[in-house]
């Protein structure tokens, strides 16, 4: 990789839900870019903070006992004025204020899609895959994931001795906004009896009854549901489950807690590894990318191309989930 760069200031944000590894990601731009002698600005709380100027330089020691947080150093926030042009054009005034030559961007597909925008105004962007959900098309990781689904796991594992206890049936409801990436891995790891996912949800609740019962019969003591933030509304859906089948019913939803945490052994090494990729491409002065993990290899795709792609969940694993 190129070792003198002509990019000379970049500056670093993380949009959306945060995710955990984000720091290392933020860590490795940072140190990354100083090495490549490159000015780096931290903006705080995302896209919100870079219209509002809230910036500073960024030294090797502000990302020094980091790696190990959960959450974001440079906070987070949605930022609604991105998605008017007047939000745009003040985001990019601001860029060139501070003569931001690269901006790195490290968040979900809601915050490549205000990074396109900049984009399309001539602002050098770069994507860094950071959302529990996977749900980014381009890329089959993304940071937080693997800290998220062992939270999750490990809360789902504590519920369900509680719920053999009781022999009811529990529905666990998981993150992953409208991708149920989350609730198949937990569905799997967990064991669980149904997994219900936005992308393969068909709304017949007479199949999930039908099959508790049949469990029920068969002597099985817990009936464990993992439903997604995607089809949501556990608590009326366990309410009609224990109407229809007088097997006591409850509904967990896990919520925030699968956002936190110290990031597991692998969001720290693919926020690391991502991370530094992003400063890489801008010293070797490639636009408008996005970072990816593919077939085993850190690449990098154009943000446009990268936006359009479409994800699906996997054909095979679903099957084996329904089998198990
Ligand atoms: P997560 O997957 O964790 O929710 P995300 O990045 O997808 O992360 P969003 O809330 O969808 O989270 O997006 C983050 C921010 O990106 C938004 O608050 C907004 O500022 C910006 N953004 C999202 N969509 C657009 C858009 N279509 N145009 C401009 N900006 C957008």
Redesign the pocket.
Known sequence: MAETTKIKTIGVLT?????PGMNAAIRAVVRHGLSKGMKVYGIYR???GLMEEDIREMRAGDVSDTIEKGGTILKT???????TPEG?ARAVEVCHKYGIEGLVVI????????A??LANEGINVIGVP????L?IACTEYTIGFDTAVNTAMEAIDKVRDTSSSHERCSIIEVMG?AAGYIALWCGIANGAEDIILPEKYDYDEQKLIDNIIDNKRRGKTHHIIINAEGVGHSASMARRIEAATGIETRATILGYMQRGGSPTCKDRFFASIMGAYAADILAEGKTNRVVCYQHGEFVDYDIEEALVMQKEIPAYEYEVSQIL
Do not use: F, L, V, W
């Open positions: 949009s959306g839900g945060d995710a995302g896209y919100t926030a949605r930022c609604k004025e991105m998605r745009i968040g979900g597909d809601g915050s490549y899609r205000g396109e925008k950071g959302t529990i959900d749900d906004r």
